[in-house]
């Protein structure tokens, strides 16, 4: 099932705000217009949303909440996996739409599409699952009862690097929990949201449960929910610098936080690795999603006994990529999101070089429409630079050089992220040192790609708080609530 042309496929993408069910304009009628990053053309206008039409999805999510959480479980996981199967059966449309708004080739945006699915699948296995004790007290005088209950009403802002599977991985958990939403896309790639909120209608999602608001103002429109006393709950996933805004802002309410942030992966290739597989994994980790992953492998280290002969292998693949549109067949590299993001990663290349790094290959920004920008590698990077020091966010590999493996710890460490790291030995004891060593919300041993639906991603330090996937996932969205019983024994007694 495919809408036809993409022409038909952007008539098919409601271009409202989602609101108590209703797909409505912004008041004032105010829109936007969406970007193909490829071809710096409009490819639709949509509504955008003010601090009013927020306020009004969460008094939609506050109005539906009672209702939603009594809905039993299995009802609940019935909608995640119907929605599965409607994602499943769309996935070349859902793939072509993220393609269109975001650039990357179409070949990985199918990969999104099922790994986004997943998390649908995933939590309508989970619903039914949550669960509480019953016990005696130590002293034996009272009984325990532990039940969990949703957390209620839930913010989730999201980025625009991966626009549908960035938002199932937090609306799944929350509709498996029984918490009602109003999701903020981001500006920049709103349409597969838009699109994904309507087939949860069709899934059978009940009004008021999701809401979408798309918006150029972000923190005027999320500011005054966040301080809402209606609100239980904000997720978000994006920069370190916005979500230390947020979480400043959620602390006035002692609002719940789950906070997936910015990431600077170090990948450690170790002298006694299988070099290609450590190439191999190299090109994963630094190449999904054209670099623009939060789990993107933002420091190579390459311990000097294998540096050239990795470097060599690494370069010649790297030099294997073909950038044009996403769309377009044969191409393994697209554009970056915009001209601010392609024009950083420029500067930050230019201030390598200045720095003493060389470039080996890619490097320079190609004439032309759209924000393409290379497959870059530099050479001759030490710890010390800004390259290695802030997340790239872009198609640029800086390989450093390490002697021994408490150097590169240290280096690896030497960052205020710590959300992946990547190592590649064929001794276990080392591996497991490193994991040990490394502060890290995830270590990929000999592999490129960490992310998995069933595990729980997050990280430490400044790159998050909290756990999205997995069995940890629903936690995010559930509160603990204990209630305490007199020893039922204690009337039979006068009895
Ligand atoms: P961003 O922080 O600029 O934007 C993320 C979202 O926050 C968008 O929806 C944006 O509209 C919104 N936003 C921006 N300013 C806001 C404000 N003042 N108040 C409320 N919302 C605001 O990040 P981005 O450029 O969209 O995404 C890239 C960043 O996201 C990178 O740092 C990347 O590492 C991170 N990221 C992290 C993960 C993870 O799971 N840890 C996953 C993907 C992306």
């Given at each position: 099932?495919?809408?036809?042309?993409?022409?038909?496929?952007?008539?098919?993408?409601?271009?409202?705000?989602?609101?108590?069910?209703?797909?409505?304009?912004?008041?004032?009628?105010?829109?936007?217009?969406?970007?193909?990053?490829?071809?710096?053309?409009?490819?639709?206008?949509?509504?955008?949303?003010?601090?009013?039409?927020?306020?009004?999805?969460l008094?939609?999510a506050h109005?539906?909440q009672?209702?939603?959480a009594?809905?039993?479980?299995?009802?609940?996981?019935?909608?995640?996996?119907?929605?599965?199967?409607?994602?499943?059966?769309?996935?070349?449309?859902?793939?072509?739409?993220?393609?269109?708004?975001?650039?990357?080739?179409?070949?990985?945006?199918?990969?999104?599409?099922?790994?986004?699915?997943?998390?649908?699948?995933?939590?309508?296995?989970?619903?039914?699952?949550i669960?509480?004790?019953?016990?005696?007290?130590?002293?034996?005088?009272?009984?325990?009862?532990?039940?969990k209950r949703p957390v209620g009403p839930s913010l989730l802002i999201?980025?625009?690097?991966?626009?549908?599977?960035?938002?199932?991985?937090k609306?799944?958990p929350a509709?498996a929990a029984g918490c009602t939403m109003v999701?903020?896309?981001?500006?920049?790639?709103?349409?597969?949201?838009?699109?994904?909120?309507?087939?949860?209608?069709?899934?059978?999602?009940?009004?008021?449960?999701?809401?979408?608001?798309?918006?150029?103002?972000?923190?005027?429109?999320t500011?005054?929910l966040i301080a809402d006393d209606r609100l239980r709950k904000l997720s978000f996933t994006?920069?370190?610098?916005?979500g230390?805004?947020l979480l400043a802002q959620a602390s006035d309410q002692v609002l719940r936080v789950s906070m997936e942030?910015?990431?600077?992966?170090?990948?450690?290739?170790?002298?006694?690795?299988?070099?290609?597989?450590?190439?191999?994994?190299?090109?994963?980790?630094?190449?999904?999603?054209?670099?623009?992953?939060?789990?993107?492998?933002?420091?190579?280290?390459?311990?000097?006994?294998?540096?050239?002969?990795?470097?060599?292998?690494?370069?010649?693949?790297?030099?294997?990529?073909?950038?044009?549109?996403?769309?377009?067949?044969?191409?393994?590299?697209?554009?970056?999101?915009?001209?601010?993001?392609?024009?950083?990663?420029?500067?930050?290349?230019?201030?390598?070089?200045?720095?003493?790094?060389?470039?080996?290959?890619?490097?320079?920004?190609?004439?032309?429409?759209?924000?393409?920008?290379?497959?870059?590698?530099?050479?001759?990077?030490?710890?010390?630079?800004?390259?290695?020091?802030?997340?790239?966010?872009?198609?640029?590999?800086?390989?450093?050089?390490?002697?021994?493996?408490?150097?590169?710890?240290?280096?690896?460490?030497?960052?205020?992220?710590?959300?992946?790291?990547?190592?590649?030995?064929?001794?276990?004891?080392?591996?497991?040192?490193?994991?040990?060593?490394?502060?890290?919300?995830?270590?990929?041993?000999?592999?490129?790609?960490?992310?998995?639906?069933?595990?729980?991603?997050g990280?430490?330090?400044?790159?998050g708080l909290g756990r999205e996937?997995?069995?940890e996932g629903i936690e995010e969205y559930l509160e603990t609530v204990?209630?305490?019983?007199?020893?039922?024994?204690?009337?039979?007694?006068?009895?």
């Amino acid at each position: 099932m495919s809408a036809g042309t993409d022409q038909d496929l952007l008539a098919s993408v409601p271009t409202g705000l989602l609101v108590g069910g209703a797909w409505v304009a912004a008041q004032g009628g105010k829109t936007f217009e969406v970007i193909d990053p490829a071809h710096g053309t409009v490819l639709l206008e949509v509504a955008d949303a003010g601090p009013e039409d927020g306020v009004a999805a969460l008094a939609a999510a506050h109005a539906a909440q009672e209702g939603w959480a009594r809905m039993a479980p299995r009802a609940r996981a019935e909608i995640l996996r119907r929605a599965f199967t409607l994602v499943t059966e769309r996935a070349e449309d859902f793939a072509r739409l993220i393609t269109l708004e975001m650039g990357k080739p179409l070949a990985e945006s199918r990969g999104e599409v099922a790994y986004g699915a997943e998390f649908l699948r995933w939590f309508s296995e989970e619903a039914p699952r949550i669960s509480g004790r019953y016990s005696t007290a130590p002293d034996g005088a009272n009984r325990l009862l532990v039940r969990k209950r949703p957390v209620g009403p839930s913010l989730l802002i999201t980025p625009w690097n991966f626009p549908l599977a960035m938002a199932t991985r937090k609306i799944a958990p929350a509709v498996a929990a029984g918490c009602t939403m109003v999701l903020k896309p981001a500006e920049l790639t709103p349409l597969t949201s838009m699109l994904f909120a309507q087939l949860m209608s069709e899934a059978g999602l009940p009004d008021g449960v999701l809401n979408v608001i798309a918006t150029t103002r972000p923190g005027e429109v999320t500011g005054p929910l966040i301080a809402d006393d209606r609100l239980r709950k904000l997720s978000f996933t994006g920069s370190t610098a916005v979500g230390r805004r947020l979480l400043a802002q959620a602390s006035d309410q002692v609002l719940r936080v789950s906070m997936e942030l910015g990431g600077n992966a170090p990948l450690i290739v170790c002298e006694d690795a299988d070099v290609e597989e450590a190439v191999s994994g190299a090109i994963t980790a630094k190449m999904r999603n054209g670099g623009e992953a939060c789990v993107a492998a933002n420091r190579i280290l390459v311990h000097r006994d294998v540096a050239e002969e990795f470097t060599r292998s690494f370069v010649a693949r790297m030099e294997s990529f073909v950038l044009g549109p996403g769309n377009e067949d044969g191409t393994t590299l697209g554009p970056l999101i915009d001209e601010r993001s392609r024009d950083k990663v420029a500067g930050m290349v230019a201030d390598a070089t200045q720095a003493g790094a060389t470039v080996v290959t890619g490097g320079s920004v190609p004439a032309g429409a759209g924000y393409f920008y290379p497959a870059t590698v530099l050479t001759g990077v030490t710890p010390g630079m800004a390259i290695v020091q802030d997340e790239i966010f872009g198609p640029v590999a800086p390989i450093v050089v390490f002697d021994d493996d408490a150097e590169a710890v240290r280096v690896a460490n030497a960052t205020p992220y710590g959300l992946v790291a990547f190592v590649f030995t064929r001794d276990l004891d080392r591996a497991f040192r490193y994991s040990e060593r490394l502060e890290s919300g995830m270590i990929g041993l000999n592999t490129g790609v960490v992310s998995n639906p069933a595990a729980p991603f997050g990280g430490v330090k400044a790159s998050g708080l909290g756990r999205e996937g997995g069995a940890e996932g629903i936690e995010e969205y559930l509160e603990t609530v204990y209630i305490g019983i007199r020893d039922p024994f204690a009337s039979e007694v006068s009895d």
